[in-house]
């Protein structure tokens, strides 16, 4: 008798135990190799838009093009963000701006609108 996952048609997809990486998708377009070029060439000077030329896509429907000044800005900006300290990522509390200062006037107003209604 075959195994239960077999006989139910789904077994393609079942997920794989513990691994934390991305199965399927689409392939990025700038490669770990890549983004290792764009941050030695930055770092010795050169510009997004001079090294652009350079980098070739490996594989996908794009292979053997250079990639987008913009993907190449994103993967940076991604590598910036992943680098960073987690207590910068994403525990931004957000600031609340303090209630406006009641004049008296309004103050009285107010207490006396909420105050209860007489019963009956």
């Known amino acids: 008798m075959p195994p239960p996952a077999a006989r ?14 991305p199965h399927g998708g689409r392939p990025p377009v700038i490669t770990d190799d890549m983004l290792h070029t764009v941050l030695r060439r930055r770092s010795g000077g050169d510009s997004v838009e001079q090294l652009q030329p350079d980098l070739i896509i490996p594989t ?3 292979k053997g093009q250079s990639p987008d000044v913009a993907d190449i800005h994103r993967a940076l900006a991604e590598h910036e963000k992943a680098q960073a300290p987690r207590s910068d990522r994403g525990s931004a509390q957000r600031l609340r701006r303090p209630p406006p200062a009641l004049g008296e006037d309004t103050r009285r107003r107010l207490t006396e609108s909420l105050s209860p209604l007489p019963g009956p």
């Open 60 to 62: 996908g429907r794009r």
């Open 8 to 21: 139910c048609g789904d077994a393609g997809h079942l997920k794989t135990g513990g691994t934390n990486t």
